[in-house]
């Protein structure tokens, strides 16, 4: 499920924290509380609670409501913990309520995006998908923001295409459709030719 890499990053990123902390010439690290084991621990903590096939995995149980499988992607996140040799409080946030929690939080952001994503390419706006995911709240800005840009490229689009100073409705449908449709092109992956 977890690669080495991830582990080999995980420990970049410790080491580069201590060398850091080094350099500055900082007696103790700032977060002098946590020794090194328990600093590496956390970390894998993150990876794995944040591990893109345990995210969507948690999310297809989510949106399905299955709850036999959010406890199976908990235990393995569980598992995957125990396998790392984490801390013991790391893995008993994991398999806690809370780690529970945070899974399924985490899962309705991915939701959220997902959901984004379809909405964007459809032309369609987000504020029903604020209600259902508010647990994206923080990404709502940069969403509106996003559909904006959208909607002034496709009244750009319908602009050009009119023969008057106003698009009309003809011109922002057919403005539309080009839009979708370049979005399509650019989106598409190339063929593999050998």
């Known amino acids: 499920m977890f690669s080495k890499k991830i582990l080999v990053i995980i420990g970049l990123i410790v080491l580069a924290a201590a060398a850091f902390w080094q350099f500055n010439?900082?007696?103790?690290?700032a977060m002098?509380?946590?020794?090194?084991?328990?600093?590496?621990?956390?970390?894998?903590?993150?990876?794995?609670?944040?591990?893109?096939?345990l995210v969507a995995g948690m999310?297809?149980?989510?949106?399905?409501?299955?709850?036999?499988?959010?406890?199976?992607?908990?235990?393995?996140?569980?598992?995957?913990a125990k396998a790392a040799e984490l801390t013991d409080s790391d893995i008993t946030f994991i398999?806690?309520?809370k780690g529970r929690e945070?899974?399924?939080?985490?899962?309705?952001?991915?939701?959220?995006?997902?959901a984004f994503e379809q909405h964007y390419y459809e032309l369609k706006g987000i504020d029903g998908l604020k209600t259902k995911y508010p647990e994206a709240h923080d990404l709502f800005a940069e969403a509106?923001?996003?559909?904006?840009?959208?909607?002034?490229?496709?009244?750009?689009?319908?602009?050009?295409?009119?023969?008057?100073?106003?698009?009309?409705?003809?011109?922002?449908?057919?403005?539309?459709?080009?839009?979708?449709?370049r979005f399509r092109q650019s989106t598409r992956v190339p063929d593999n030719e050998n």
């Open 25 to 29: 010439g900082a007696d103790e690290p």
């Open 32 to 53: 002098s509380d946590y020794d090194e084991t328990e600093l590496a621990s956390m970390a894998f903590r993150q990876q794995i609670l944040h591990a893109s096939d």
């Open 59 to 80: 999310a297809r149980a989510v949106k399905n409501n299955d709850e036999p499988a959010i406890e199976q992607w908990q235990q393995k996140a569980v598992e995957v």
């Open 95 to 97: 398999s806690s309520q």
């Open 102 to 114: 945070y899974l399924i939080f985490h899962a309705k952001r991915a939701l959220f995006n997902t």
């Open 144 to 181: 509106d923001r996003l559909i904006a840009a959208r909607d002034a490229i496709i009244m750009d689009i319908a602009s050009e295409l009119s023969e008057t100073a106003t698009p009309d409705e003809a011109n922002v449908m057919q403005a539309k459709a080009l839009w979708q449709e």
